[in-house]
């Protein structure tokens, strides 16, 4: 009787890759934050990435080439951001509500043509870990029967950990969110650092996309995000802006969604919908300061004039 | 050397004009998409048109697409004065018919007009509780409404799905539905043999009452000055967390209206995921009416109207109705998309002139208030 153990694993293993998507996109948030905009349009990155992964490979065949699709996509919609925000000092909340919005009906409008014949599942994100260390009882699960979109977004959020907080880069661009006037009279263009924040911002909100969707089930459908984008937002005050913190947080977001798909599969004696708020309470919580202090990027949200000296 | 000042005249046109140069550009955008499936635009239009106005029940259905939107879209109108952005007008309409049905499937014994009258303020009641949440959060521990509000959307929804299956529920239904709503507990019919209900004159009313009520009462002014500066409201003694908590529930009554309409209205049951993001094109609808409640009433047309027309578009044409959707935000890319990025303004300038806090009509909000 090892029911339990192995009910663990697997809950552990979908919580994984269930917030291997929010991870991502929440690396690529962080550079975006931390230079001082908002970008609750994440939501909309993910949704449009999700959308050109799933497109790009029923296309080409070729996964490399839909992830870069996404990619390329959500760096689009991150360009549109920076320039609506940084260049044209909009409000930061209306115009990633506008991309949410845009891309939540093109989305649905091109998939419709693009899939008029019911929908092929594609290529997926393969399994690359070596057979035989599959079947390592905890491990072999957890890790090496994962698809590589896992093992790239544990990469992504150590390699950012090192660009912000080890790197000029990574200094000036924390500058840009904490005290952008010093930044400049240091000489540096905070526009530039911005609008370079939001693009890395948008091209991984486009890869976590594609992780959602060529993640586990190959197709796409419309509004599949769900919310998922502003449970990064949520990720990043849980986190403190910290990559490995949001990173963590966003593992506790995925272990409440995996919690909750496992309760409607077998029933748990608590009615599923309670499950399905888990993830979404927890964000409010998060939000309220029940998990502790958290540190704002001083200027996130305020709008940079580069006349105003 | 005192020439007239024609500076308020060119804020009034601008901030006319600004929308409706949006929404042509997104239309003129939109007919690349129609091109690009292989169909002429002007026909797509002029199917949707004709769906949305051509008979006596394309202009019904109109009227009750419009009608939520107008309710929904002063809810957010109503935030945004004030400088909050409630965007789970969602789950607040979801709260709102939660409420309203509950009321409204319980026969009491007491007259119709009352029963109906209890429906409508449990949804009222509804709404605002939702919102009320937020409010509080915002107003003293400082989080963010906005991720709040959206992230209790969800919740709300779940919550209506959770009583749909359990109290609610109509038990021998093949369908997962609550109880009809009781004769007397619904919205009169406008017009006979159509759909067209009385929320709709509900909504118009609340803007014209709204519009006056901004600008008239104390309440009104204090949630202007709220969102044109919280720095000053402050120090001219408003009392900024019991306003920010009062406009969150205004705002989220009105939104629970909206969720009202459709059941008492339209539906007559409550159905899980019933309203097909009503509550989103709500925020479309404010931002684009830049937070003004008159202003909602021609924006609510239009994007009812798109709504309304845009299953004729599909059937005529074979354009998808999510273009209707594409064309929305298109819309408001554009209002804030195009136009002079605005100098600094005196950090306290004169609400009557200032169309809103919105940042489209003052991107460098929050003022610094050194300045």
Redesign the interface.
């Known amino acids: 009787m090892d029911f339990p153990t192995e009910g663990i694993v697997n809950w552990l293993e979908s919580a994984i890759r269930l917030a291997t998507p929010l991870i991502i996109a929440a690396t690529g948030g962080l550079f975006v934050e931390r230079s001082g905009v908002l970008n609750?349009g994440i939501e909309g990155m993910m949704l449009f990435g999700a959308f050109a992964a799933v497109a790009g490979s029923f296309l080409t065949g070729n996964v490399l080439l839909a992830a870069l699709m996404a990619m390329v996509v959500g760096g689009l919609l991150g360009l549109?951001h920076a320039?609506?925000t940084v260049?044209?000092?909009?409000?930061q909340?209306?115009?990633g509500?506008?991309?949410n919005?845009?891309a939540?009906?093109?989305t649905?409008?091109l998939n419709?043509?693009l899939f008029l014949e019911g929908r092929p599942r594609v290529a997926l994100f393969p399994v690359i870990g070596p057979e035989s260390m599959r079947d390592i009882p905890i491990a072999g699960p957890l890790v090496f029967d994962q698809p590589v979109i896992v093992w790239i977004a544990m990469l992504l959020s150590i390699f950012l950990s090192i660009l912000l907080y080890r790197t000029t880069i990574g200094l000036h661009l924390r500058s840009a969110g904490e005290h952008s006037k010093a930044l400049r009279s240091a000489g540096h263009s905070v526009v530039r650092l911005r609008y370079f924040g939001v693009l890395m911002s948008g091209i991984f909100a486009g890869l976590g996309g594609a992780a959602l969707s060529l993640g586990a089930v190959g197709i796409f459908t419309?509004n599949m995000t769900n919310?998922r984008g502003?449970v990064v937002?949520?990720a990043f005050?849980a986190g403190k802006w910290n990559p490995m913190l949001v990173a963590i947080a966003c593992l506790v977001f995925g272990m409440a969604d995996a919690l909750q798909l496992q309760a409607q599969a077998v029933g748990m004696g608590i009615?599923y919908?309670?499950l399905?708020?888990l993830p979404?309470?927890l964000?409010?919580a998060a939000?309220?300061?029940l998990v502790g202090r958290t540190t704002t990027p001083k200027e996130l949200g305020?709008?940079y004039?580069p006349q105003?000296v | 050397m005192p020439r007239r000042d024609l500076r308020p005249l060119a804020a009034i046109l601008l901030t006319w004009l600004r929308p409706v140069l949006a929404i042509l550009l997104a239309f003129i955008v939109s007919s690349f998409?129609i091109l690009a499936?292989g169909v002429n635009p002007l026909a797509a239009y002029a199917a949707l048109i004709k769906g949305a106005f051509g008979s006596t029940a394309g202009l019904a259905n109109t009227g009750v697409k419009i009608a939520p939107l107008l309710l929904g879209g002063l809810g957010v109108a109503v935030g945004l004065k004030a400088g909050l952005?409630n965007?789970g007008a969602e789950g607040q309409l979801y709260l709102g018919a939660l409420a309203a049905t509950t009321v409204g499937v319980t026969d009491l014994p007491v007259p119709a007009w009352f029963h109906l009258t209890l429906a409508i303020v449990a949804g009222f009641a509804g709404g605002a509780l939702w919102a009320l949440?937020p409010g509080l959060?915002r107003a003293y521990?400082g989080?963010?409404e906005?991720?709040?509000t959206?992230?209790?959307s969800?919740?709300g929804i779940?919550?209506v799905?959770?009583f749909l299956?359990?109290p609610l529920r109509e038990v021998p239904a093949p369908y997962v539905q609550s109880h009809q709503i009781l004769e007397s507990a619904r919205l009169p019919v406008l017009v006979k043999g159509t759909s067209l209900h009385a929320g709709l004159v509900i909504g118009l009313i609340l803007a014209v009452v709204l519009h006056y009520f901004l600008r008239s009462t104390s309440f009104g002014f204090e949630t202007r000055i709220l969102g044109a500066n919280p720095e000053a409201s402050r120090y001219i003694g408003i009392n900024v967390r019991r306003q920010i908590v009062l406009v969150m529930l205004l705002s989220g009554g009105l939104a629970g209206l909206a969720g009202v309409g459709e059941i008492l209205g339209l539906k007559w049951r409550l159905f899980d995921f019933f309203d097909s993001?009503l509550g989103?094109d709500a925020?479309?609808v404010a931002?684009l009416a830049n937070a003004n409640p008159l202003g909602v009433i021609p924006v609510s047309l239009f994007f009812g109207a798109l709504r309304a027309g845009a299953n004729n578009m599909q059937q005529v044409v074979g354009v998808?109705t999510?273009?209707?959707?594409?064309?929305?935000?298109?819309a408001?890319?554009f209002v804030?998309?195009i136009g002079f990025?605005g100098k600094?303004r005196p950090a306290f300038a004169e609400p009557e002139t200032q169309p809103v806090s919105?940042?489209?009509a003052e991107?460098?909000?929050?003022p610094d208030p050194r300045k």
Request: net charge positive.
């Open positions: 609750i549109l320039y609506l260049t044209r000092r909009a409000d909340i209306v115009s509500a506008a991309i919005l845009l939540l009906g093109a649905d409008l419709r043509r419309p919310g502003f937002l949520a005050v009615p919908q309670f399905i708020m979404y309470l964000t409010v939000l309220a300061g305020k709008p004039d105003d | 998409l499936q952005f965007i949440i959060l521990r989080v963010n906005f991720v709040v959206l992230m209790l969800y919740v779940q919550l799905s959770y299956h359990g993001m989103y925020i479309g931002l998808e999510a273009l209707a959707t594409v064309i929305q935000s298109l408001i890319v804030i998309g990025v600094r919105l940042a489209i991107p460098d909000w929050p």
